[in-house]
């Protein structure tokens, strides 16, 4: 019979959906499509017992607003954020392409030496960025252009071999701490460092000026140009470019940080310091070049904010009050474990599925495609103790300094003072770490508890973002979950693993229900005008690429 239903019975048939009766006269069969919309939703077991856990979960959707970050104040601008899509994809930048070492014998981006080849898209592209998805030829789902020339599989591959994984973009603005490690405590102080680190872009800040005259002068003068208030500030103008030296190497075009090497060049007429090209510039001009990478780093950071994946299928069943078919049973019976017996939602906490927190949960090294006896990351003990070196929201280039010195204090004990103030280290620490570049030193020992220590990974879109981990040797999702039902790896680690990381003792059929519910966290497909290459048209043929 074919019925349409006005009111549900209240018994709950364990593992099966409840049935229900009302006034014949609708075309639709409800015992036949129970999930057609013209019939009433009937909750099951695994509905119920997912609501017994309603306050956790409710606080994990939907996914807000992204947080505002005073220390960019181009953060939310349209322009700037017009600007970084095209710096996003732009591979001019790049400087050269290393020379083969250990497992690193090519790269499929160009040959060892050549420059304009890579960009950031080409590390952080495909799964890590999913684009609007297409169905393939063999009937799976395309989500863009894979990073698959990670060797093996599992690492970057830039301008040299990076040890990391390369992190997902989409929902990235929603960390507290940024990179794996710690080492930036917000976005727009990422982009620089690694468009200057040699096996990521190899690139340097007088070389990032010159491309970025030569191809985005107007659009850069348009958001940038007229604030001149600023260290650095002000438009881009081809003859005070033009007239600086030419850097011969890429370390020539950023700070050597030498003794005797600062604005101006050497200290003395009888300094026989190695000075980089950036060294020998005058401190304005010094400035002026760091101002373009500033802007640089703030322009992209506009553009990542707007990468936000929403509306996962799990956002729909829990706005639903647990009563949808928007995921099925065994995603319904994953949640539950999520909350409750795995207990996942004790790191793996808040909307974004991370609280953000470093933790050491014993994961092997790996260089190349083996385990490698001895070779350790220490993780946050390399990068927090980074923080406060080179450009960061503490220093003259953020846009506030003061909620930078905030940021920075829950790990760091600065100076007091404007920002930029020198002072000794303290004692056992050595000299303290930077104090350069208008930068306050860092002035904290890194504690022994931080080695092996990594940032939580956000979930959200998990399911598209293999491989896993910091250094990306896990390749699946039911890999991951293994992992963690052992309580990690014994040993191959650097440090001490966090004494939560204990075995699970799930069953197969649980460990699967996990795999299914973190398919459900994958949201609706990006904006297709924001994954297009709106980069320029290439320098190659021409000097800069050469």
């Given at each position: 019979?074919?019925?349409?239903?006005?009111?549900?019975?209240?018994?709950?048939?364990p593992?099966?959906?409840?049935?229900?009766?009302?006034?014949?006269?609708?075309?639709?069969?409800?015992?036949?499509?129970?999930t057609?919309?013209?019939?009433?939703?009937?909750?099951?077991?695994?509905?119920?017992?997912?609501?017994?856990?309603?306050g956790?979960?409710?606080?994990?959707?939907?996914?807000p607003?992204?947080?505002?970050?005073?220390?960019?104040?181009?953060?939310?601008?349209?322009d700037?954020?017009?600007?970084?899509?095209?710096l996003?994809?732009?591979?001019?930048?790049?400087?050269?392409?290393?020379?083969?070492?250990?497992?690193?014998?090519?790269?499929?981006?160009?040959?060892?030496?050549?420059?304009?080849?890579?960009?950031?898209?080409?590390?952080?592209?495909?799964?890590?960025?999913?684009?609007?998805?297409?169905?393939?030829?063999?009937?799976?789902?395309?989500?863009?252009?894979l990073?698959?020339?990670k060797?093996?599989?599992?690492?970057?591959?830039?301008?040299?071999?990076?040890?990391?994984?390369?992190?997902?973009?989409?929902?990235?603005?929603?960390?507290?701490?940024?990179?794996?490690?710690?080492?930036?405590?917000?976005?727009?102080?990422?982009?620089?460092?690694?468009?200057?680190?040699?096996?990521?872009?190899?690139?340097?800040?007088?070389?990032?000026?010159?491309i970025?005259?030569?191809?985005?002068?107007?659009?850069y003068?348009?958001?940038?140009?007229?604030?001149?208030?600023?260290?650095?500030?002000?438009?881009?103008?081809?003859?005070?470019?033009a007239?600086?030296?030419?850097?011969?190497?890429?370390?020539?075009?950023?700070?050597?940080?030498?003794?005797?090497?600062?604005?101006?060049?050497k200290?003395?007429?009888?300094?026989t310091?190695?000075?980089?090209?950036?060294?020998?510039?005058?401190?304005?001009?010094?400035?002026?070049?760091?101002?373009?990478?500033?802007?640089y780093?703030?322009?992209?950071?506009?553009?990542?904010?707007?990468?936000?994946?929403?509306?996962?299928p799990?956002?729909?069943?829990?706005?639903?009050?647990?009563?949808?078919?928007?995921?099925?049973?065994?995603?319904?019976?994953?949640?539950?474990?999520?909350?409750?017996?795995?207990?996942?939602?004790?790191?793996?906490?808040?909307?974004?599925?991370?609280?953000?927190t470093?933790?050491?949960?014993?994961?092997?090294?790996?260089?190349?495609?083996?385990?490698?006896?001895?070779?350790?990351?220490?993780?946050r003990?390399?990068?927090?103790?980074?923080?406060?070196?080179?450009?960061?929201?503490?220093?003259?280039?953020?846009?506030?300094?003061?909620?930078?010195?905030?940021?920075?204090a829950?790990?760091?004990?600065?100076?007091?003072?404007?920002?930029?103030?020198?002072?000794?280290?303290?004692a056992?620490?050595?000299?303290?770490?930077?104090?350069?570049?208008?930068?306050?030193?860092?002035?904290?020992?890194?504690?022994?508890?931080?080695?092996?220590?990594?940032?939580?990974k956000?979930?959200?879109?998990?399911?598209?973002?293999?491989?896993?981990?910091?250094?990306g040797?896990?390749?699946?999702?039911?890999?991951v979950?293994?992992?963690?039902?052992?309580?990690?790896?014994?040993?191959?680690?650097?440090?001490?693993?966090?004494?939560?990381?204990?075995?699970?003792?799930?069953?197969d059929?649980?460990?699967?229900?996990?795999?299914?519910?973190?398919?459900s966290?994958?949201?609706?497909p990006?904006?297709?005008?924001?994954?297009?290459?709106?980069?320029k048209?290439?320098?190659?043929?021409?000097?800069?690429?050469?």
């Amino acid at each position: 019979m074919k019925f349409a239903r006005l009111a549900v019975l209240t018994t709950v048939v364990p593992g099966a959906l409840l049935l229900a009766y009302a006034c014949p006269g609708s075309s639709v069969d409800c015992d036949e499509n129970p999930t057609d919309p013209a019939c009433p939703y009937v909750q099951t077991e695994a509905d119920v017992k997912v609501a017994a856990f309603a306050g956790p979960i409710n606080q994990l959707s939907p996914l807000p607003d992204v947080p505002a970050d005073p220390t960019n104040k181009y953060a939310d601008n349209a322009d700037a954020a017009a600007l970084g899509q095209q710096l996003y994809w732009d591979r001019d930048f790049a400087g050269p392409i290393g020379a083969a070492a250990g497992d690193f014998t090519t790269s499929p981006l160009g040959a060892a030496g050549e420059k304009c080849k890579v960009a950031c898209s080409d590390c952080h592209s495909g799964l890590a960025l999913p684009n609007q998805p297409a169905m393939l030829s063999d009937g799976s789902v395309d989500h863009g252009a894979l990073d698959d020339r990670k060797t093996p599989n599992h690492i970057a591959i830039g301008t040299g071999k990076h040890p990391h994984n390369s992190p997902a973009v989409v929902n990235s603005s929603f960390y507290d701490w940024v990179n794996w490690n710690g080492r930036f405590k917000r976005q727009w102080e990422l982009p620089l460092p690694v468009y200057e680190n040699g096996v990521i872009m190899n690139g340097n800040r007088m070389r990032l000026t010159r491309i970025m005259a030569a191809k985005y002068k107007d659009e850069y003068n348009a958001v940038f140009g007229a604030d001149t208030t600023v260290a650095g500030g002000g438009p881009l103008d081809d003859a005070r470019i033009a007239a600086f030296p030419v850097e011969t190497t890429p370390g020539g075009g950023k700070p050597s940080n030498k003794p005797g090497c600062g604005g101006g060049g050497k200290t003395t007429a009888t300094d026989t310091t190695a000075c980089s090209a950036y060294d020998g510039l005058a401190a304005a001009d010094q400035d002026y070049v760091t101002r373009v990478g500033v802007n640089y780093s703030k322009a992209l950071h506009a553009y990542i904010r707007k990468l936000v994946a929403r509306n996962a299928p799990f956002d729909k069943y829990v706005a639903s009050g647990f009563k949808s078919y928007d995921i099925n049973e065994s995603a319904k019976r994953g949640l539950e474990l999520f909350v409750n017996k795995a207990a996942c939602v004790k790191c793996h906490s808040t909307p974004l599925f991370s609280d953000s927190t470093m933790r050491n949960t014993g994961v092997k090294h790996i260089v190349g495609d083996v385990p490698a006896p001895g070779a350790t990351d220490s993780g946050r003990f390399n990068g927090e103790n980074q923080l406060a070196v080179g450009v960061t929201v503490a220093s003259k280039w953020s846009d506030d300094a003061t909620t930078g010195k905030m940021l920075l204090a829950e790990v760091l004990t600065l100076p007091t003072g404007a920002p930029g103030a020198v002072v000794t280290g303290t004692a056992g620490c050595g000299a303290p770490s930077g104090g350069v570049n208008g930068n306050p030193a860092n002035l904290t020992c890194a504690p022994d508890v931080w080695k092996g220590q990594f940032r939580d990974k956000g979930l959200r879109e998990v399911a598209i973002t293999a491989p896993y981990m910091h250094s990306g040797e896990i390749k699946t999702l039911e890999e991951v979950v293994k992992f963690y039902n052992v309580g990690g790896d014994a040993d191959g680690f650097a440090g001490v693993k966090d004494s939560f990381m204990v075995p699970l003792n799930l069953t197969d059929a649980e460990q699967a229900d996990l795999v299914e519910f973190m398919k459900s966290l994958t949201g609706e497909p990006l904006d297709p005008a924001l994954l297009k290459d709106t980069s320029k048209a290439t320098l190659a043929g021409t000097a800069a690429c050469q």
